[in-house]
């Protein structure tokens, strides 16, 4: 068993006759949370949809030699948990049934769940901090309580890898630490975890790796110390940025837009 659980070499894929992503080569490894970076538009979604089996570029998405987007729905189940950008409930289910939904990938026709299922969702729930919502309609819930109750539901799935698009954003301080915390739990289990991110400050401390996405291709790929460069920030991202180190790992905190004067 090799150290990479998900992986594209040269994916290119073309949206509308556009071409979104351009000679993406991504390797995901077991143990490893690897946070996905790049400016509005840059390819980050579409990438991890095609990491998910959604969508089809012109290099297959291979996980343990299989092609996901021929896996059926169920095989892919469990081996890929996706959490997407858009985590709005469209029903009101009550959150722990909701949760176990996770589940249901594991479990044949008709079959209920079992005393590891429930504890893997009581698990789920304690981790995302919504145990205390769980007889609540989800459809009840605030943004950031419903964000991280989709995020406990990708999280029973208990698949080998996690691809979560911006779990962190509309999260307050205290949950988006909870968010990567958990997040790296998971990868520190030798699960495969991807992370798409818009603070650069989370990414370089949760994140043992950094790929940031530029015009659908992969501008930089490497350890946070290394990706986090000041001339790699202006030059992807157009800003200016303070870099320092302190004893939690990186601080990368926006200064202003690059060639203008900090404030
Ligand atoms: N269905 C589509 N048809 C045509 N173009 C699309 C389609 N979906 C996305 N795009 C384009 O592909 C590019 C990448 O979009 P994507 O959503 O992957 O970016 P992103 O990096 O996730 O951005 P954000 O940070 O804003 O979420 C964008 O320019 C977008 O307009």
Same mark, same amino acid.
């Given at each position: 068993?090799?150290?990479?659980?998900?992986?594209?070499?040269?994916?290119?894929?073309?949206?509308?006759?556009?071409?979104?992503?351009?000679?993406?080569?991504?390797?995901?490894?077991?143990?490893?949370?690897?946070?996905?970076?790049?400016?509005?538009?840059?390819?980050?979604?579409?990438?991890?949809?095609?990491?998910?089996?959604?969508?089809?570029?012109?290099?297959?998405?291979? $996980?343990?030699?299989?092609?996901?987007?021929?896996? &059926?729905?169920?095989?892919?189940? *469990? #081996? +890929? @948990?996706?959490?997407?950008? =858009?985590?709005?409930?469209?029903?009101?289910?009550?959150?722990?049934?909701?949760?176990?939904?996770?589940?249901?990938?594991?479990?044949?026709?008709?079959?209920?769940?079992?005393?590891?299922?429930?504890?893997?969702?009581?698990?789920?729930?304690?981790?995302?901090?919504?145990?205390?919502?769980?007889?609540?309609?989800?459809?009840?819930?605030?943004?950031?309580?419903?964000?991280?109750?989709?995020?406990?539901?990708?999280?029973?799935?208990?698949?080998?890898?996690?691809?979560?698009?911006?779990?962190? $954003?509309?999260?307050?301080?205290?949950?988006?630490? &909870?968010?990567?915390?958990?997040? *790296? #739990? +998971? @990868?520190?289990?030798?699960? =495969?975890?991807?992370?798409?991110?818009?603070?650069?400050?989370?990414?370089?401390?949760?994140?043992?790796?950094?790929?940031?996405?530029?015009?659908?291709?992969?501008?930089?790929?490497?350890?946070?110390?290394?990706?986090?460069?000041?001339?790699?920030?202006?030059?992807?991202?157009?800003?200016?940025?303070?870099?320092?180190?302190?004893?939690?790992?990186?601080?990368?905190?926006?200064?202003?837009?690059?060639?203008?004067?900090?404030?």
């Amino acid at each position: 068993m090799t150290g990479i659980a998900l992986e594209t070499r040269g994916l290119g894929l073309t949206l509308s006759g556009r071409p979104v992503l351009r000679g993406v080569e991504l390797g995901l490894r077991r143990g490893e949370i690897l946070g996905l970076l790049g400016p509005n538009g840059a390819g980050k979604t579409t990438l991890i949809r095609a990491l998910a089996g959604q969508l089809r570029g012109t290099a297959p998405v291979l $996980s343990e030699g299989a092609d996901v987007a021929r896996l &059926g729905p169920e095989a892919r189940a *469990r #081996r +890929i @948990a996706y959490l997407p950008q =858009a985590r709005v409930v469209g029903w009101p289910v009550a959150v722990a049934d909701l949760v176990a939904l996770g589940r249901h990938p594991w479990l044949r026709l008709g079959q209920r769940m079992g005393p590891r299922d429930r504890e893997i969702c009581a698990a789920a729930m304690a981790v995302m901090d919504v145990a205390a919502l769980a007889m609540r309609p989800a459809t009840e819930l605030s943004g950031g309580e419903q964000a991280r109750v989709l995020a406990a539901r990708a999280i029973a799935q208990d698949t080998p890898v996690l691809l979560a698009d911006e779990p962190a $954003s509309g999260l307050d301080p205290a949950h988006q630490i &909870g968010m990567m915390s958990a997040l *790296r #739990r +998971i @990868a520190a289990e030798g699960r =495969a975890v991807l992370v798409s991110l818009h603070d650069l400050s989370l990414a370089a401390r949760w994140c043992d790796r950094l790929v940031v996405l530029d015009e659908g291709m992969i501008a930089a790929d490497g350890r946070p110390e290394v990706v986090m460069q000041a001339a790699l920030l202006e030059r992807v991202f157009g800003i200016a940025a303070r870099i320092e180190r302190d004893e939690c790992g990186l601080l990368v905190a926006p200064t202003g837009l690059a060639g203008m004067a900090t404030r």
